[in-house]
């Protein structure tokens, strides 16, 4: 099995490390401008020699080359599976004739507690979620000046709203579509960027539940939490500490924990569903990867008017 990989920033590499696990794949082959002489590299994606010889293709760029690149493979390939960081593009944008399959890096669908979430809620009436997600921007890439990186850009695609638009999808992956959303997104910080570091919004989902959403750039003390109500119980997740309570009305609590989680686990269960699963049930495909987008443009619109 031979991969195409587009970009070779830190996700890129990421990627890069996981696939290059796999036993299945034989070749890696990577689209960048930096000079890496052990592996083969094109500078550019028509540069590419047979570019229908690959099994699997990676989109690891900058967000605001996302469209670009993932219409011109799809018009040059034909029935591949060709995968798209998150979120899919820098502004809503509808992709014409597929004729691949579409799946999007929302890796935090193969977090075992989400995944243990959403379990615990099926068939329960959600009343209220409630998700909040900050940390520190110039703490995030320790090998670049923040100011110099694609979050801080928002002509790149930067800002917390696309960066962190995990938090986006896994609410309606777990509870349903967003409607009826209100939001605020600005710049409010003194970190020296030009791309947004504060989301909050409101919404309703179709389930009925009210979602309250907070983002930002700037937490000193990084925290990624979710708490959800239903009549019989209340849940609490941390996705740092990769913890879960879940209390009853009776008082009684479970526990479940995953202290020794890696980070690469997630992107190999990724991976690993969309390469070898025939009915993959937890990845993000095109039709949800969308649906996000649509969520990001309804913020944007409500905040650029």
């Given at each position: 099995?031979?991969?195409?990989?587009?970009?070779?920033?830190?996700?890129?590499?990421?990627?890069?490390?996981?696939?290059?696990?796999?036993?299945?794949?034989?070749?890696?082959?990577?689209?960048?401008?930096?000079?890496?002489?052990?592996?083969?590299?094109?500078?550019?994606?028509?540069?590419?020699?047979?570019?229908?010889?690959?099994?699997?293709?990676?989109?690891?760029?900058?967000?605001?080359?996302?469209?670009?690149?993932?219409?011109?493979?799809?018009?040059?390939?034909?029935?591949?599976?060709?995968?798209?960081?998150?979120?899919?593009?820098?502004?809503y944008q509808n992709i014409k004739n597929i004729q691949n399959k579409i799946f999007v890096g929302y890796v935090?669908?193969?977090?075992?507690?989400?995944?243990?979430?959403?379990?615990?809620?099926?068939?329960?009436?959600?009343?209220?979620?409630?998700?909040?997600?900050?940390?520190?921007?110039?703490?995030?890439?320790?090998?670049?000046?923040?100011?110099?990186?694609?979050?801080?850009?928002?002509?790149?695609?930067?800002?917390?709203?696309?960066?962190?638009?995990?938090?986006?999808?896994?609410?309606?992956?777990?509870?349903?579509?967003?409607?009826?959303?209100?939001?605020?997104?600005?710049?409010?910080?003194?970190?020296?960027?030009?791309?947004?570091?504060?989301?909050?919004?409101?919404?309703?989902?179709?389930?009925?539940?009210?979602?309250?959403?907070?983002?930002?750039?700037?937490?000193k003390i990084p925290h990624r939490m979710i708490r959800l109500n239903t009549n019989d119980f209340t849940i609490?997740?941390?996705?740092?500490?990769?913890?879960?309570?879940?209390?009853?009305?009776?008082?009684?609590?479970?526990?479940?924990?995953?202290?020794?989680?890696?980070?690469?686990?997630?992107?190999?269960?990724?991976?690993?569903?969309?390469?070898?699963?025939?009915?993959?049930?937890?990845?993000?495909?095109?039709?949800?990867?969308?649906?996000?987008?649509?969520?990001?443009?309804?913020?944007?619109?409500?905040?650029?008017?």
């Amino acid at each position: 099995m031979n991969v195409l990989l587009i970009g070779f920033g830190s996700i890129g590499r990421r990627h890069y490390e996981v696939l290059s696990s796999f036993s299945q794949i034989s070749e890696i082959h990577v689209v960048t401008k930096q000079n890496l002489t052990e592996m083969v590299t094109f500078s550019h994606l028509d540069k590419v020699n047979d570019i229908e010889s690959y099994d699997y293709y990676l989109i690891a760029s900058e967000t605001n080359k996302h469209f670009e690149q993932l219409c011109w493979l799809n018009e040059r390939v034909l029935d591949k599976k060709i995968f798209c960081e998150k979120p899919l593009f820098e502004k809503y944008q509808n992709i014409k004739n597929i004729q691949n399959k579409i799946f999007v890096g929302y890796v935090l669908r193969f977090h075992p507690l989400l995944q243990k979430l959403k379990s615990l809620i099926e068939g329960q009436k959600i009343l209220s979620l409630t998700v909040t997600c900050g940390s520190y921007l110039p703490s995030w890439r320790t090998n670049i000046d923040y100011r110099e990186s694609y979050s801080a850009k928002k002509e790149q695609g930067g800002g917390v709203l696309l960066d962190l638009s995990h938090e986006l999808d896994y609410v309606n992956w777990i509870v349903g579509d967003m409607i009826e959303i209100k939001s605020f997104q600005t710049q409010i910080s003194n970190l020296e960027i030009d791309s947004d570091d504060l989301v909050l919004m409101i919404a309703q989902t179709r389930r009925g539940g009210g979602v309250n959403l907070s983002i930002d750039y700037f937490s000193k003390i990084p925290h990624r939490m979710i708490r959800l109500n239903t009549n019989d119980f209340t849940i609490e997740l941390d996705l740092i500490d990769n913890k879960m309570s879940q209390m009853f009305i009776s008082g009684k609590i479970e526990h479940y924990e995953y202290p020794n989680l890696e980070r690469n686990y997630l992107f190999e269960q990724m991976h690993h569903e969309v390469l070898f699963c025939e009915d993959p049930q937890n990845v993000c495909d095109l039709s949800s990867g969308l649906k996000v987008m649509q969520v990001i443009k309804t913020i944007q619109d409500e905040n650029n008017e």
